[in-house]
T-cell receptor, first 114, second 112 residues
Framework: DTGVSQDPRHKITKRGQNVTFRCDPI?????LYWYRQTLGQGPEFLTY????????KSRLLSDRFSAERPKGSFSTLEIQRTEQGDSAMYLC????????????FGQGTRLTVV | AQSVTQLGSHVSVSEGALVLLRCNYS??????LFWYVQYPNQGLQLLLK??????LVKGINGFEAEFKKSETSFHLTKPSAHMSDAAEYFC??????????FGAGTRLTVKP
């Protein structure tokens, strides 16, 4: 297994367009997380899944953001009607469900909204 | 809810000097604590984790951290800095639901 992979690595889009990112977690990991990171800040929690169930979503997350994990494997994060403030690095991580296990991160998708 | 605060957004040390990066946590339940490192244009990599066993935790690249419940701290140290240690360091906490929350990060600069 090569770890958590994210696609694409970079995305430039015009304001108002929709974008979708994909994350493939480590195969045996049943938890999957999405974070957003802006320059000079730590990763900000967006949402996480246990298998296919979305267990928590940040209250700060706009309704324009939606995430799915239909078969409990890969996940997609969609942003509708993008705004310049959505420009950030979007990080995906996965872990086992035991409480003391660490999350393994992908290299992220850098979104630039112009 | 749990959270972490990292004191000092930038730390600069000379090569060979002690590295001390500070992290204080807040959690209503016994926490699990983590330090991650992020090199430029790379993902986050785990340095070490505290999971309620030994309070002094050793990690990769010579780093270690000590869990101090009385001070609600989990500071990261390394006795002798190396140029390759220059990176962004993040402290993180998770509680029973395994929802991991990160601090704002500390950028470490190592001067020759």
């Amino acid at each position: 297994d090569t770890g958590v992979s994210q696609d694409p690595r970079h995305k430039i889009t015009k304001r108002g367009q929709n974008v979708t990112f994909r994350c493939d977690p480590i195969s045996e990991h049943n938890r999957l997380y999405w974070y957003r990171q802006t320059l000079g800040q730590g990763p900000e929690f967006l949402t996480y899944f246990q298998n296919e169930a979305q267990l928590e979503k940040s209250r700060l997350l706009s309704d324009r953001f939606s995430a799915e994990r239909p078969k409990g494997s890969f996940s997609t994060l969609e942003i509708q009607r993008t705004e310049q403030g959505d420009s950030a690095m979007y990080l995906c991580a996965s872990s086992l469900s035991q409480m003391n296990t660490e999350a393994f991160f992908g290299q992220g998708t850098r979104l630039t909204v112009v | 809810a749990q959270s972490v605060t990292q004191l000092g957004s930038h730390v600069s040390v000379s090569e060979g000097a002690l590295v001390l990066l500070r992290c204080n946590y807040s959690s209503s339940v016994p926490p699990y604590l983590f330090w991650y490192v992020q090199y430029p244009n790379q993902g986050l990599q785990l340095l070490l984790k505290y999971t309620s066993a030994a309070t002094l935790v050793k990690g990769i690249n010579g780093f270690e951290a000590e869990f101090k419940k009385s001070e609600t701290s989990f500071h990261l140290t390394k006795p002798s800095a190396h140029m390759s240690d220059a990176a962004e360091y993040f402290c993180a906490v998770s509680a029973k639901n395994n929802d991991m929350r990160f601090g704002a990060g500390t950028r470490l600069t190592v001067k020759p």
